[in-house]
């Protein structure tokens, strides 16, 4: 079976180093907020083109922290691809605010920025990017948009490490930026992890406050903050791991290309092309108007792939009162979208034989 995604077989080109990183953590005896994270964080705000990043427990709590440290009045709305992994909404919520859902344009998935302007209430006070599948939004027209109506633009970079928008890396590309380093993710720690890049300085510190209980100095609380560190085991690995990640980005540009390339099948739609050079591929999705009969297909010719995601947001059981929203175009790629195998270390045989199935794919 070719996995659709495979963490071991990634991970084994680094075990010595990861073994060795972590073996330096347990000898320091330090293990939370320490000289690790400090580091990692400063190497992070580098890589994005951003003077700060602070590192938090997973990507939700970095969403989070960002609007309790926004402090926009309770209730102030937010603009929210409706097209997301639900951590993008919950960020929202969790920080007493109303996820306001947008469609994605049907070419790229990602927020269109055509939509947005419609949504907009005097409640309004942000926009949520998300940079999907690794593919970044068009920034220039949502940047317009937040300027016009004086909005603070927040991406969700969880899936786009070293991802650019015109030769400018995620992160860098709104007023303040959350990653998650969930092991999956481009750069992914061996356990949860997450952090805010941002240029703002008031901002970083609220966060890092936050973050830490509210507290600069122990036991003295400034704000009612949370507990959300990402730990020194998880910086050292992620130190590690940064190293490569260009050069696994690199790869899996490579076998998008490839992918683009080579597969042809018109009952098969594949992702949009135009800027394949800067996106970072964290999933290669097509579309399947019979969804559960090509996924058949590929199982059937030894084909892992997955669902990405499978039920929309507004159509959660968590979330009756989005019930009776009517979102056509998100609800269609819900329906249709399928992640084939791509990830740093699948070989030439197995991406062949992933285009040769969907290529040979006929629908009923
Ligand atoms: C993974 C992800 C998150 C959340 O990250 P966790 O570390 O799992 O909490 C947020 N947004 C998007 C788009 C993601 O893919």
Known sequence: MIPH????????????????????VVASGWFILGKELERFEEDWSRYCGARFAVGTGNGLDAIALIFKALAFPEGSEVIVPAQTFIASLLGVRQAGLVPVLAEPDPATYNLDPAGIEALITSRTRAILPVHLYGKCCDMDAIRAVAE????????????????????????????????????????????????????????????????????????????PGINSRLDEIQAAMLSVRLRYLDE?????????????NEMR????RLPDASTCEEDAWHLF????????????????????????????????????????????????????????????????????????????????
Do not use: M
């Not at 092991?183 to 966060?207: H, M, Q, Y």
């Not at 696994?248 to 683009?260: D, M, T, V």
């Not at 099948?265 to 098969?268: A, E, F, H």
């Open 265 to 268: 099948n018109p009952d098969i």
């Open 5 to 24: 995604l495979n963490l071991q077989r990634q991970t084994e080109p680094y075990q010595q180093e990861l073994a060795e990183a972590a073996a330096r």
């Open 148 to 223: 016009k109506y004086q909005l603070v633009v927040v991406e969700d970079a969880a899936q786009a490490h070293g991802a650019t928008w015109k030769g400018r890396p995620a992160g860098s590309l709104g007023d303040i930026s959350a990653f998650s380093f969930y092991p999956a993710k481009n750069l992914g720690a061996l356990g949860d992890a997450g952090a805010v890049v941002t240029d703002d300085e008031a901002l970083t510190r609220r966060i890092r406050l936050l973050r830490n209980y509210g507290s600069e100095e122990k036991y003295y609380n400034e704000l």
């Open 248 to 260: 696994e980005n690199k790869q899996r540009r490579l076998i998008a290309r490839r992918y683009l």
């Open 285 to 364: 999705v097509v579309r399947a108007t019979d969804r559960a009969h090509f996924r058949a297909f590929l199982e059937q010719k030894g084909i892992q792939s997955a669902v990405h995601y499978p039920i929309a947001p507004h159509r959660q059981k968590a979330f009756p009162e989005w019930h009776g929203l009517s979102l056509p175009v998100t609800e269609q790629l819900h329906r249709e979208v399928v992640s084939l195998p791509l990830f740093p270390g699948l070989t030439d045989e197995e991406q062949q034989c992933v285009i040769d199935a969907v290529n040979q794919y006929r629908l009923p």
